[in-house]
């Protein structure tokens, strides 16, 4: 149901108009709908609809008026009866003069915080809802002239938000004049959008008769702000108005309403080049905003001079802009200062002092930095933006274009960067979107065809990031090209290492918007990071780096800090992917120190899968030789032939990582085998990670060998000591998790299973949280069948991330056997046969495949209840 007041009153239902017969009943259901959702007291009701004279029996009659707009609207329970008075039970949205409001709300606050063309959308839609003159047909004056005044209001914001836009319709505000002759903020806007059309003698005609209706009808003279608008008017179109925009404004809602609500007299937009500061500018500015350009210009005040349209005297430049603009109140747009940015800060600062009712918007990639300067960074667009601008610009050469996959994988490739996007944009006249994301790895020779009409800085991408090159030192062009040799960015301290500059340098460049500072790390949009790597590449120091701190952090990652030494190598996870990377191809030797040093990080971090890869190409590049080095890369490049190497070593261990992947290839050991030397070698070791290791491992075998389950607990205590008085959070999960296996005591067990989730959550070791979660499924599974399920679910989730085929197949198994539980044999043959498929070779792979095999007997014999 919906209900209409602006116009004749009317009321609508989903199947059409309802007729609400007599002027008493409609009269009712205005006012019911003028406040809607409140209850409407029966005094007030009765003064309304019956006036000085009620009949002598009101309650009645309002009773009998009531009862017939109930079966007029064919819905009793509308009408509500409160002991207080009556209520119409319908949502404010469904009558549309609470809708109207809500509409004129919304777009005189959007045009208050510098967006008209949400402003203008909004009001339009809120004046559509008129229908006619408010109340038309029933006798309520006040409440129609109210609404009127609402609507006069809402039609004159929208005026308003017009002319900011350049679109003022000069008959629509003539009518809406002769409607409210005295208004003065009607006539102002009349003035201000014929002096838009050129149609000046008419502006001036304007304010003549607008004062002589006020001096008639009122005694008084014009307003300060009409006499404004008039000397406006009579200073001509002298200043450099707003370039006009070809192309639809696309997002930046946040950055316009942030420009909208400070009040910082100097407001600056920072950012790279391209990524739209002057079109945002433009569109916060509005008409009637001094335009000045200083892209071409070498002289900021004689620029500023020719932007008002004035010439220069005897007086200073500076002299001659204050008596200009001192006493008028004037927005500055002073675009594209980083080539001038002393000349600008200078005029800016002298200005604002001199000119007290002057703002400024400065558009520079970096700060004018003077006093009141508020900064307001303009980022690259988001992602939805992004597709919406591509798509947007697309279709102007390619009407047939919608967007697809590669659409959003080259707007993120261009780091949302607008110029960038339009200039890909473009190329869809002649290529696909998939043939455009393929060239992006040349992206400054695809986008070379831009608008031929913009400044030539603009026309190329090439061209956009070389005028901030051209503006750099030699030092910022140095170290300019040394950051963009990292990949992910880089901390204060490898910046200054590896490029050998000091931090004056690096704030210059974050200053010059070259370089994003956030959470303690510079770098640098991948448009810029590409075009500054090739002048100068710095990939030797940057390895040598690399390689320091990943030894530096290795030996932390098994002590009480390794949280966050973790964290540190997650951080600097690409850039040390990009030493391994280089290293491998141009030092071999030391990529093979690289990766013992790197090789427990990438166990923690389950990154075994992702270094696969380079890890093989330099086992093709490097001798084969009997040490640690060598042994860890065999283990991680090529498993299959690393049981030899294990032999060979003799220690001392220097990277106990050895120790991790010799259990995890070999297996727990076989008593009955013959020791080797390096056995010997690692029991014998005072270090106290490979104590508690030790400790662990002989906890572990003796129970599985001996059963003797007093001993393996009292070993497991120890070694669960030794890793805690350390701190370390892999190695006390590893024994609180043969801790759960050992206790009798079902509750303890999945005690101790949460606390070795803790640990291990805390490090972030993603293939530990899989095979945990999987075994705390298995402890439960007699205890909480459903809870089980849930844990072998996230187990298989987890594992599948992680690329974990043998925690795949246990997950598979456990939900087996729940389906087993449940009657559903089918599911549980599917689950496991799934199961089967996962398998492959190595004692793990083995051990999952007795776990699968036992569920399929269990289902073969159909002893599962």
């Known amino acids: 149901m919906h209900v209409g007041i602006l116009g004749p009153v009317e009321a609508r239902s989903p199947h059409g108009k309802i007729a609400v017969g007599g002027p008493r009943p409609r009269t009712l259901l205005a006012l019911l709908a003028i406040r809607v959702g409140e209850i409407v007291p029966l005094d007030r009701l009765v003064d309304e609809l019956y006036g000085a004279e009620p009949p002598s029996d009101a309650a009645n009659a309002l009773q009998g008026q009531v009862s017939r707009l109930r079966r007029a609207l064919g819905d009793a329970s509308l009408i509500e009866f409160h002991p207080a008075g009556y209520r119409l039970a319908l949502p404010a949205s469904q009558v549309d003069a609470h809708r109207f409001l809500a509409l004129a709300t919304d777009g005189r606050q959007a045009l208050e915080q510098g967006d008209p063309q949400a402003a203008e959308s909004l009001l339009s839609e809120a004046l559509q809802l008129w229908r006619g003159p408010a109340l038309a047909d029933v006798p309520l004056a006040d409440h129609a002239t109210r609404l009127e005044q609402q609507r006069s209001s809402a039609s004159g914001s929208l005026v308003a938000a017009r002319i900011r836009l350049g679109r003022a319709d000069v008959a629509e505000i003539q009518d809406l004049v002769r409607q409210n002759p005295l208004d003065e903020r009607l006539r102002g806007y009349l003035m201000q959008a014929l002096n838009q059309q050129g149609r000046q003698a008419e502006a001036l005609q304007a304010f003549e008769d607008a004062r002589a209706l006020l001096a008639d009808e009122l005694g008084t003279d014009p307003s300060p702000e009409l006499r404004a608008v008039h000397l406006q008017v009579l200073r001509g179109p002298t200043q450099r108005e707003l370039p006009a925009q070809l192309t639809s404004f696309v997002g930046r809602q946040e950055e316009l309403r942030r420009i909208g609500t400070l009040t910082s007299r100097l407001v600056t937009l920072t950012g790279p080049g391209g990524a739209g500061k002057t079109r945002l500018a433009l569109q916060a500015a509005g008409p009637g905003a001094i335009f000045v350009d200083l892209a071409p210009a070498k002289d900021v005040a004689a620029a500023t001079l020719q932007a008002l349209g004035l010439k220069e005297t005897a007086l200073e430049p500076e002299e001659r802009l204050t008596l200009a603009l001192r006493e008028r109140s004037a927005l500055l747009v002073l675009d594209n200062c980083e080539h ?5 800060a200078r005029l800016a600062g002298h200005l604002l002092s001199t000119c007290p009712s002057l ?20 980022p690259p667009l988001d992602a939805e933006q992004s597709v919406t601008l591509f798509a947007d610009r697309a279709r102007l050469v390619n009407p047939a274009f ?10 993120r490739e261009l780091d949302g960067l607008p110029l960038a996007i339009e200039l890909a944009a473009a190329r869809t006249r002649t290529l696909t979107t998939e043939e455009i994301a393929d060239r992006l790895n040349d992206r400054f020779r695809l986008l070379t065809k831009g608008n031929r009409a913009a400044a030539p800085r603009h026309q190329t991408l090439r061209a956009v990031v070389e005028w901030s090159w051209d503006l750099l030192s030699e030092d910022e062009r140095d170290l300019a090209a040394c950051l963009a040799t990292f990949s992910g960015g880089a901390t204060l301290e490898a910046v200054e290492e590896v490029g050998g500059h000091d931090i004056e340098v690096l704030d210059a460049l974050v ?14 949009l991948e448009t810029i990071r590409e075009f500054c790597s090739q002048h100068k590449r710095v990939d030797a120091a940057h390895a040598t780096y690399f390689l320091a701190l990943a030894r530096r952090a290795d030996p932390e990652l098994r002590q009480r800090d390794q949280v966050r030494w973790f964290a ?11 030493a391994l990377a280089w290293t491998a191809e141009h030092d071999p030797s030391q990529a093979l120190e690289l990766v ?9 971090k389950g990154s075994r899968a992702e270094v696969l890869g380079v890890t093989r190409e330099l086992l093709a590049r490097v001798p084969e030789e009997s040490t640690e080095e060598y042994t860890i890369l065999l283990a991680l490049a090529a498993p299959e032939r690393v049981q030899g190497k294990f032999r060979e070593l003799r220690g001392p261990i220097r990277q106990p990582f050895v120790l991790i992947a010799w259990a995890m290839l070999s297996g727990p050991p076989d008593p009955s085998a013959p020791r080797t030397p390096l056995q010997d070698e690692v029991e014998r070791s005072e270090d106290p990670w490979i104590q508690g290791l030790i400790g662990f491992s002989n906890s572990y075998t003796g129970w599985t060998v001996r059963g003797d389950r007093e001993l393996a607990i009292t070993q497991s205590r120890e070694a669960l000591r030794r890793f805690q008085d350390l701190g370390e959070r892999w190695g006390s ?4 998790d043969v801790l759960a296996v050992l206790t009798e005591d079902p509750a303890e067990s999945l005690a101790l299973t949460d606390q070795a989730l803790q640990a291990v959550a805390e490090l972030g070791a993603v293939e530990e949280l899989a095979e945990l979660r999987g075994r705390r499924a298995d402890r439960l599974l007699d205890v909480d069948e459903d809870a089980a399920e849930r844990d072998y679910l996230q187990a298989l989730e987890m594992a599948t991330r992680a690329g974990l085929a043998a925690t795949r197949a246990l997950a598979k198994t456990g939900l087996a056997r729940i389906a087993l539980r449940r009657g559903e044999p089918g599911q549980a043959e599917k689950l496991l046969r799934e199961a089967q498929q996962e398998l492959g070779v190595g004692w793990m792979h083995a051990a999952a495949q007795q776990q699968v095999d036992a569920a399929l007997a269990e289902l073969a014999r159909g002893d599962h209840g």
């Open 596 to 604: 013992s040093a790197l090789a427990w990080y990438w166990y923690l």
């Open 402 to 411: 919608v967007r697809d996959g590669h659409t959003a994988d080259i707007c």
């Open 359 to 378: 703002r400024i918007l400065a558009t520079s990639r970096e700060a004018l930095g003077i006093t009141g300067e508020t900064l307001c960074p303009v």
């Open 511 to 524: 200053d010059k918007s070259l370089v994003e500072a956030a959470d303690g790390r510079y770098r640098m």
């Open 340 to 344: 001038l940015i002393v000349q600008a």
């Open 568 to 578: 540190r190598l997650t951080a600097e996870h690409a850039n040390l992917m990009q």
């Open 733 to 736: 999960a590893q024994v609180l």
